[in-house]
């Protein structure tokens, strides 16, 4: 992985003295030198990182503790073959040659769980029962919101992450939600990075530039 120089950190950055109780060394997997891979190795990704990626981001916030994200992952040749079909032409060949692939979707009927993950407030799934707008809505970001989560949680076990929307999302949807109850937001590959993995790194906006204060 190319490593960030300290030349390419402002001033404030490069002298690690920000008031962070995470030291200096997860900052950097998590955030600093954490890339979008677009190549991988062959190394498999199991179903027990998997769960302890899960176990870890469970925890982070969501509105109302919704919790609307679902993943499937797509571990058959048979349904990543289906998949591969419906990504966008610059993302078929990592689909298909990544270690694992995660759909990852926003389930629209989240609220029926609401009773068990908010019991403090009885009437919260009738809140959306009848509003099918505001429940997409709610369902979409929050499961974006827990997709960046999971994002994390996939560097923190030392793995990378390759999110993509150059997908049929509505085809996708018909091919593996075919209840109509999920919209797929993003397909994600995951592995450990293989050779020419990383893009040249972007510039991010400065704190001026995104900070105001009122």
């Known amino acids: 992985m190319t490593q960030i120089s300290h030349a390419d950190l402002t001033d404030y950055e490069a002298e690690f003295e920000a008031p ?23 190394e498999p990704v199991t179903d027990e990182q998997v769960k302890a990626i899960y176990h870890l981001v469970k925890w982070a916030p969501t ?34 040659a990544a270690p694992l692939v995660a759909i990852l979707a926003a389930d ?5 769980e609401l009773p068990k993950i908010f019991p403090h407030f009885p009437g919260a799934r009738d809140l959306f029962a ?44 018909r091919e593996f939600f075919p209840d109509g109850r999920h919209r797929t937001l993003v397909v994600m590959n995951i592995g450990k990075p293989g050779e020419d993995a990383w893009l040249q790194r972007l510039p991010r906006l400065g704190y001026d530039e995104v900070v105001a204060t009122a």
Do not use: W
């Open 20 to 42: 962070l109780e995470l030291d200096p060394q997860a900052q950097d997997l998590l955030f600093r030198e954490a890339r979008t891979a677009n190549t991988f190795t062959d």
């Open 63 to 96: 509105s109302m503790n919704n919790q609307p994200l679902r993943i499937v992952l797509v571990r058959s040749d048979e349904a990543r073959a289906r998949l591969v079909s419906l990504m966008g032409d610059g993302n078929k060949a990592k689909t298909e």
């Open 108 to 112: 629209l009927d989240f609220h029926d």
């Open 130 to 173: 009848g509003n099918e707008s505001a429940r997409e809505e709610s369902a979409k970001l929050n499961a974006a919101l827990q997709i960046g989560y999971f994002t994390m949680g996939v560097r923190a076990a030392g793995l990378a992450a390759g999110p993509m929307t150059g997908l049929d999302a509505a085809a996708v949807d």
